[in-house]
């Protein structure tokens, strides 16, 4: 059998970077590609919420629905409408957070639902471990 690879957990910062980070990809490529298609990047919303709640740390797992929604706005950057001037950019951002509501509550829910998951297992798993180390003595 092939030794086992370690699995990454990255830090609360590091799951919270790498979600920014991937989103600001997503919206670039969202923007260049599809013209800024709130779809596509509401799906690989989702799906970079799922992937921070399984990669942090077990210690850190409750910062990553706090990272999610952090996450959808800096990549939908790219993505809002308005132009020129600050006022423009900054009230294009928030209708397109507005209208994109569902997106946001649906990543977030899908990482805190993944986030508490791990932790139930994590907890049955020490649990069961107490148990047997009381057994065994």
Excluded: E, H
């Excluded at 059998?1 to 600001?24: D, F, H, I, K, Q």
């Excluded at 990809?25 to 599809?34: I, K, P, S, T, Y």
Aim: glycine fraction near 12%.
């Amino acid at each position: 059998m092939p030794p086992r690879l370690p699995r990454p957990r990255l830090t609360a910062l590091g799951s919270g970077l790498l979600a920014v980070l991937l989103m600001m990809v997503f919206g670039g490529l969202d923007a260049l590609l599809l013209g800024g298609s709130p779809a596509p990047y509401g799906c690989c919303f989702v799906l970079v919420s799922i992937a921070t709640a399984l990669w942090v740390r077990p210690a850190d797992l409750l910062t990553a629905p706090i990272a999610a929604p952090i996450a959808f706005t800096t990549g939908l950057i790219f993505i809002s409408d308005g132009s020129g001037s600050f006022g423009s950019r900054a009230m294009g951002l928030i209708t397109a957070l507005a209208m994109n509501a569902g997106w946001i509550y649906g990543g977030t829910v899908a990482s805190l639902l993944t986030a508490l998951v791990r932790k139930v297992l994590l907890v049955a798993r020490r649990r069961a471990a107490r148990r047997q180390g009381s057994a065994a003595a």
